[in-house]
Structures are given as structure tokens and as C-alpha cells.
């Protein structure tokens, strides 16, 4: 029996997890603006431009994750380009077990406390001010 996959040291952190179960060995990578490859082109291309920045803000994608993050990219291209629907259903299973590993489903959220304030934008800043 394999278990449950071990999760990321930034997500045990999101999710309170105790110290003491930290991997403190784990590899570091810089947390910085992250590039796409330059063979990612139409929607995978657009779909990197549209998670990287949220995974960027979240603290989940590093330079050590673009690899990953463009196979994700790449399922959704196949997913949106498939013609039949057992390769779609195929395609969407992956794209969706890729979206987990980024903590990007309900359920994969579910697991994580988020410790930074949430951002306002203008119009929910204004509505929370009190008068």
C-alpha cells in the first residue's frame, strides 16, 4: 500500500501542520517571477498566464515547479482539444489530479489555513469600511 502522498512543505505550513512533522531537508527554490517555457503556446500558454500569478501570490510556485506547472498547462491544451469524449474524460482526469498537486481544487484547498490577510480590492475595501 502506497499511502497518502506527501505534501509539500509550503502547504504543510498553509495547513498548520506541527513543526515537528516538517521536512526540514527539503529542497528551497527562489520564489520569483517564473517564465513559461518558450514550447508552451495557444490556451496552455494562456492558461500559465492566468495560474502562475495565483500560485506566485500563494507561495506555491517556484522555480523548481515550472516543469510541473507547464505539464498541467499542457493537459488543459489536450483537454480542450480533444475531439472524442473517452480522450476528453481521459484528459480532464489528469488535468484534474495536476490541479491538486497545486492545491488548486476544493477539496486539495480544503487542507490549508491560509495565514496572510486576504486582499481587498477596491470595491470590497469600501464596502468593509465601517461609517
Known amino acids: 500500500m502506497r499511502g497518502r502522498k506527501p505534501m509539500p512543505t509550503a502547504l504543510k505550513i ?12 527539503e529542497p528551497q527554490f527562489a520564489v520569483s517571477t517564473v517564465d513559461p ?4 503556446r495557444g490556451e496552455s500558454l494562456s492558461h500559465w498566464r492566468e495560474l502562475a500569478p495565483i500560485l506566485l501570490r500563494a507561495g506555491l510556485l517556484t522555480e523548481g515547479d515550472r516543469s510541473a506547472l507547464a505539464m498541467l498547462c499542457e493537459e488543459f491544451g489536450r483537454m480542450r482539444r480533444a475531439r472524442s469524449a473517452p480522450s476528453r474524460d481521459k484528459a480532464r482526469e489528469r488535468y484534474r489530479r495536476w490541479l491538486a498537486e497545486f492545491g488548486l481544487t476544493p477539496s486539495s484547498r480544503s487542507r490549508i489555513r491560509a495565514t496572510a490577510a486576504p486582499v481587498l480590492d477596491e470595491l470590497s475595501a469600501f464596502l468593509s469600511r465601517k461609517t
Open 14 to 25: 498553509l495547513g498548520g501542520e506541527q513543526p515537528c512533522r516538517r521536512n526540514r531537508n
Open 37 to 40: 517555457p518558450k514550447w508552451i
